[in-house]
């Protein structure tokens, strides 16, 4: 097989400064060992997210200058209306900041106010941190379905974000009055980007029909699972991804989008209901909190770039070209005797960081060790996903590896292999850590480590 080339040339380029293993020491010291207090001016490679970080394309660019500013119904809110609805197929549209503010107003229109949600519960693969919180503020429970493979990160199964489906007709059958929807998450980002099979969906949508539940599909990703669905599911080779996107959505009710993943913009979001009413009472709230309906909360320029971005993520060279990078990365960790979350997922790598640094036990914070030496050792950024994050909720310490979207070269991610290569070899000299201050929530944030001596 040829060489999977980035299918676009560099336009604009944006320097990253070069730091020395001193300067590097030292900005850990200044943010008490927690990456996200590091200025990402001090960042070499920056893997903490995918999210809002990608390059825009010069179509994009050319549509912020082409951006209508009117307060309501400018050129650029049908432009995107337009592209959202080809896409999806779906007719009522809103536009949001970003996903958290379509989640929240879906919990509001499809659960409701204050603590309407007492008694109920939301089941979905696995819900992402955001969508759990909005749903829980609400009082309403969460729970994960995901199937015993998914669970699994050592084993290769193809469609490890599936939902388990005689978990979700159980739940259903005991409790179908207290399940106000049904939620599943392409690609399954809280499992390592894992995606969803359409045979798995259509199941899903069999069980919301004979419940009479509404399907609601969070689809940030939805463009990389559609390519994974084309890889992989029988039957699906030949078909364009636009189409297979196009059917994953021909089976949802309505569905919360972060544009900041496959809509490759640095913001805003989407929100789909296939009923008008359901449309309507959402209208209403968006205007209250993000804007009018015509723009919600974004700038015209952002819808433009939605509009483009939308449109480009379904490009079948660019979905191999990224899918296949992702994959190469965890492709030459995996040779190297790293163990990762099986097999590569679409957007990420997540490295088994208890299995990196065996010495180092779960309350001493293995995830933290490996991302710190990361950054000390290449400048690299990446997001532990483990007992600092989850506390004793943490099934598995892992450090994620995020690719931003067109962002990163070939040598790049040579550069990420190589320093994580150097890392392992010294990995049984690496401290553990100790938290010297924390929060009342959310303690990943800002909490402040000490390396223990
Ligand atoms: N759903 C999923 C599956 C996500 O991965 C995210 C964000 C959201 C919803 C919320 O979207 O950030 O636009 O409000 N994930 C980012 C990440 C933050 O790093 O994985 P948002």
Redesign the pocket.
């Known amino acids: 097989m040829k060489t999977i080339i980035e299918p676009f040339r560099i336009k604009s380029v944006e320097p990253i400064r070069m730091t020395t293993h001193a300067e590097r020491q030292n900005a850990l010291k200044n943010a008490h060992y927690n990456l996200f207090a590091i200025p990402s001016d001090d960042v070499m490679i920056d893997l903490?997210?995918?999210?809002?970080t990608g390059a825009m394309s010069s179509e994009q660019w050319a549509g912020i200058m082409r951006g209508d500013e009117s307060y309501a119904g400018a050129p650029s809110w049908f432009r995107f209306r337009d592209v959202i609805n080809e896409i999806t197929g779906i007719e009522n549209i809103l536009p949001t900041h970003?996903?958290?503010?379509s989640?929240r107003l879906l919990v509001e229109v499809m659960i409701g106010h204050g603590d309407a949600g007492n008694g109920k519960i939301v089941p979905n693969n696995a819900h992402?941190?955001?969508?759990r919180a909005n749903i829980e503020h609400s009082g309403c429970a969460t729970v994960d379905l995901l199937t015993p493979e998914g669970q699994d990160p050592n084993t290769d199964a193809p469609f490890k974000g599936n939902m388990d489906l005689d978990a979700l007709e159980k739940l259903l059958s005991e409790r179908a009055d207290d399940v106000p929807f049904v939620m599943v998450?392409i690609t399954?980002?809280?499992i390592g980007g894992q995606p969803v099979s359409l045979e798995n969906m259509k199941a899903v949508r069999a069980i919301c029909d004979k419940y009479n539940k509404p399907f609601i599909l969070?689809a940030?990703?939805f463009a990389e699972n559609a390519w994974f669905i084309k890889q992989r599911e029988p039957g699906q080779q030949d078909r364009p991804v636009a189409d297979i996107a196009r059917e994953q959505f021909d089976l949802c009710d309505g569905s919360?989008i972060?544009?900041?993943?496959d809509g490759m913009v640095n913001i805003g979001?989407v929100l789909l209901f296939r009923d008008k009413e359901l449309a309507a009472t959402a209208s209403n709230l968006l205007i209250l909190t993000e804007g009018f309906m015509t723009y919600g909360g974004l700038a015209g320029r952002d819808l433009e770039a939605m509009a483009v971005g939308f449109r480009e993520v379904l490009r079948e060279d660019y979905l191999r070209y990224r899918i296949r990078s992702t994959e190469y990365l965890g492709e030459k960790l995996l040779e190297a005797g790293i163990q990762i979350v099986r097999p590569a997922g679409g957007?990420a790598i997540y490295i088994d960081a208890a299995h990196f640094c065996p010495h180092i036990p779960s309350h001493e914070f293995p995830g933290q060790t490996l991302a710190v030496a990361l950054y000390e050792a290449g400048g690299i950024r990446s997001?532990e996903i483990g007992s600092v994050m989850m506390g004793e909720h943490a099934h598995m310490e892992l450090v994620r590896l995020?690719i931003p979207r067109r962002t990163y070269t070939q040598s790049h991610i040579d550069y990420v292999i190589e320093i994580i290569l150097e890392v392992k070899a010294n990995a049984a000299s690496l401290p553990g850590y100790r938290i010297a201050k924390e929060p009342a929530a959310l303690r990943h944030f800002t909490a402040e480590f000490e390396p223990i001596a």
């Open positions: 903490l997210t995918d999210s809002g970003q996903g958290r503010a989640e992402f941190d955001t969508t998450t399954c980002n809280s969070d940030c990703r919360t972060s544009a900041k993943k979001g957007h997001c995020a």
